[in-house]
């Protein structure tokens, strides 16, 4: 069974926004930092946004200003939402747990796509 589910892509209109959460096992989030990352065609993928263990956040400067990282431990979820999209937001979005213990190496979700149209 996956570890990592990520929901809520799809096509947005450039200045619209995103939702995106990714469900995760509860050992995950509580072992681990988390992170959103995405991989536009023909680029190499790169962390959009990271939350840690203590909830410190970090925003890509492609994105600062316009997305907010957070995490329901409940729900189990990291969510991220973004806004005023612009084409360049393209890519398909991934979470992954932060490979820094041990048991949070290789954690990543199957990715979720989102088109972004001008």
């Known amino acids: 069974q996956a570890q990592l589910v990520e929901s809520g892509g799809g096509s947005v209109q450039a200045g619209g926004s995103l939702k995106l959460s990714c469900r995760a096992d509860?050992?995950?989030?509580?072992?681990?930092?988390m992170g959103w990352y995405r991989q536009a065609p023909g680029q190499e993928s790169e962390l959009v946004s990271s939350i840690d263990l203590e909830s410190i956040t970090i925003y890509a400067d492609s994105v600062k200003g316009r997305a907010t990282i957070f995490q329901d431990h409940n729900k189990r979820t990291v969510t991220l939402e973004m806004n005023n999209l612009t084409p360049e937001d393209t890519g398909v979005y991934y979470c992954?747990?932060?490979?820094?213990?041990?048991?949070?190496?290789?954690?990543r979700g199957q990715g979720t796509r989102v088109t972004v149209s001008s």
């Open positions: 992954a747990a932060i490979p820094g213990r041990l048991l949070c190496r290789d954690k």
């Open positions: 509860g050992y995950i989030l509580a072992s681990c930092g």
